[in-house]
Structure formats: C-alpha cells, structure tokens
C-alpha cells in the first residue's frame, strides 16, 4: 500500500503583513508536520501568530512564503475557489468566537458544511449523532442565540466533524469554560486524535495543556516555533 501523506505538512511558512508603512514579520520560517492520529497543541503569548498560524494551515489564508501541504497536496497557489473545495473536504474548524448562525437552530449549524452538496436523511442522522456524541442532542431544536457558551463550543465541534474531515483545526478551545468542560474538551480532543485525526488546537489555556497529556506541543514565539519535550504518558 501506498504511504498515506500526513494529513498537515508546512514548511518554511513566512508571513507578513503590512503594519502602516512598514512590513512587519508575524511568521518566519514555520515548519511542522501533524500525522492522522496527532494531538499538537500550539501555544504562545497573546499576538504570537497562532491564529494567523492555523488560518494559513487551514488554507484559509496565502502565506508570503513557504508552502502548507493538506494530505499531500499544495494549497498556497490554488485558485480560491479550488483552495475552497479543498478546504471543505480536509479541514473542519472550531473558531475562537464560535461563529454559529444565530437564528438557526443547532441541527441546522451542524448541517451547514453539507449544504454544497445537499442534505439528505443521511445527513441528518449524523448531526445527530454528532450532537448526541457532545451531549447536546436534546439541544438540535434549539436556536443557537439560546445556547450557553458551553454549549456552543460543543455545536461547532458537531460542525467541524460534519464532513469528516482527515484535519481539525481549533482556535482557544476552551476560552470561556468552567473547569469540568475544559477538562472534557480535553478529552474530546485526544479522542478524536485516537481515531485517526490530525487536530492542531492552538490554546494558551494550561489547564488543556496538562489534561491532554498525550499532546506533542509546540511553543510560537519570536515567529518560529520551538518543539517541547514529549511528556511522559
Ligand atoms: N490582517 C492583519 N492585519 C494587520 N495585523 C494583523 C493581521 N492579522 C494578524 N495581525 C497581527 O499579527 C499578530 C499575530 O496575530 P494572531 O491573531 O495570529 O495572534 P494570536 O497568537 O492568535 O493572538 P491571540 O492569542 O491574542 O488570539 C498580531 O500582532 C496581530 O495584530
């Protein structure tokens, strides 16, 4: 059989922005590989470039440099809307502010990355089962602008797995959280892993860093990244 191609693969990833008349260098050089299976959570104080950093792995954005290999294709040259297709296939998102649609329901925000393609019975089954897996099934009726925060994170969790994505990308995912659901989406993150996912979770949280003992952890600072020592399991 052929050698899967890991599901994140960046290398020599620059970006810069212009800042007023200036060019300011956010990332410089950012190399990394996350394989099916991986839990790697990417910390760094507030304004080190993780967002930048998981919107450039989610193709979400160009970088200036360097290029991000999605399950073994490049993206930063792909016209947008090819990138786009790409994207919805390989990458499901869990964004810092949660962006759900308020005036749907919760059912219909886990549907929303199907309806390209349609939305039948089948897919319906599987929100569903998504919602239950989250424990927020009774929740499916619900309108989104009537979920707590907790519930929310859990919904575009559902969101994000809908199309089953090799890639899961997660922005602070437990910004916002009581200890008990920090500590669950600590769980979910590792098990999600175990089936045979990539998930990158950028987080400055501590307390998901300690739960998710089996993570690999990278530190951005200065606009590179520096490995951590593998924690004894
Ligand atoms: N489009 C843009 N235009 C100007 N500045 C930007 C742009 N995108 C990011 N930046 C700047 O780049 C730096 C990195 O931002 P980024 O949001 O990636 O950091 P972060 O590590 O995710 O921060 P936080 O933890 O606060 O969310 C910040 O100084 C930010 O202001």
């Not at 050089?29 to 099916?36: C, D, F, K, P, W």
């Not at 045979?196 to 998901?208: K, M, Q, S, W």
């Amino acid at each position: 059989m052929a050698q899967m191609a890991a599901a994140v693969r960046v290398e020599g990833l620059v970006k810069r922005i212009r800042d007023g008349r200036t060019r300011r260098t956010i990332l410089d050089g950012i190399s990394l590989t996350v394989e099916r299976g991986e839990l790697v959570l990417l910390r760094g104080p507030s304004g080190s470039g993780k967002t930048t950093l998981l919107a450039l792995v989610g193709a979400m954005l160009s970088p200036t440099s360097g290029e991000v290999h999605l399950d073994g294709e490049a993206t930063s040259r792909l016209r947008e809307s090819y990138r786009a297709k790409v994207r919805r296939q390989k990458v499901g998102f869990v964004f810092q502010d949660v962006a759900l649609v308020d005036t749907m329901s919760a059912r219909d925000n886990v549907l929303l990355p199907c309806v390209p393609d349609g939305i039948g019975p089948r897919e319906i089954e599987r929100a569903d089962a998504l919602l239950a897996r989250f424990g927020v099934a009774s929740l499916a009726r619900t309108e989104a602008r009537g979920l707590s925060g907790g519930e929310r994170q859990r919904v575009a969790l559902a969101r994000a797995l809908m199309r089953d994505p090799p890639l899961l990308l997660l922005d602070e995912p437990t910004a916002h959280l009581d200890e008990e659901r920090a500590a669950s989406i600590a769980g979910d993150l590792v098990a999600l892993a175990r089936e045979g996912r990539a998930v990158l979770a950028a987080t400055h949280d501590p307390r998901l860093t300690q739960a998710a003992g089996v993570a690999r952890i990278l530190d951005l600072h200065g606009g590179k990244l520096h490995e951590q020592e593998t924690p004894a399991a």
